[in-house]
């Protein structure tokens, strides 16, 4: 069923292995057919009861609708699969400083495997926000909500501007996706330099406050320009270039094959981590997904 005879949009693969003691990992990619730039798409499971698989709660630990420095808007498209069927969606958008809009109503599934996709996240939120708010120029997260456990959802991003884009999954409330004082984060493969510039961004789901220390490490280990540290108030948003906050930015500094090291040191809250690489040429990024330290 191969272009141009057969044209489609928003679709899932589904892989179920039928036979066999084997076992199988999955990848996938979507190319942009013009600038021929790729973007990855993390593969989940398809039963609930899995770290990554769908949730009654899953969490975009980014959204955005503004413009871009380069020319014009950053978006968040987002496609929602009802895993269950018949799941009630709502939203809340989180952007700052424990800044807080919603619950909206946002869709209601059908039968099992029902999709919808929004092209722009944040401004079908704005319809549905019957208050006086600019959610163009904001960047936050989103929080999406079913009526119940046993309804279940699997919600994945993509956030572009014109031909280049980045995807990234919706993340359960588990431990896996989530750091706090006993437990650390990595963001790996951060580059500075030329070619490229890392970002990182940072949500906490909880009603309670975390300090994180945050630190740089190079290739061998060592650790470049300074720690700091960030105080994330309950269901804070934050982003900023690691690089800067740690006093090593470019054209001064020059870096590849960096790690950022996210540390609680104190406070009950959690935080939810997500990087980007963005082509200084053509502003094109590339998610990084937080992993577990330790």
Known sequence: MSYPSYSYDNVILRVRPTSGAGKVVCFGATVDNITNDPAAHVALQGASGYDNGPGSHQILPEAIWASATGGGTWVSEVQIVDATGGSAVSVIFEYGGGNVRGPFTLWTGGAAGTKVKFTNLL?????????????????????????????????????????????????????????????????????????????SGFFNPSEYSVTVEFTLLDGSGAQIGSQFSRTLAGYDFQAFNPFIQAGVPYPANSYDNIILRIRPTSGAGEVMCFGASVDNTSNDPASHLAVQGE
């Open 123 to 199: 401004e079908t939120i704005d319809g549905l926000d019957s208050e006086t708010f600019a959610y163009y120029g904001r960047v936050g997260a989103v929080e999406f909500q079913t009526q119940d456990g046993s309804h279940t959802i699997q919600v994945t991003a993509r956030t572009l501007n014109g031909n280049y884009s980045k995807t990234f999954p919706g993340l359960n409330l588990v431990n896996a996706e989530t750091a706090d004082t006993t437990r650390m984060m990595l963001i790996q493969n951060y580059t500075n330099n030329v070619g490229y510039r890392s970002t």
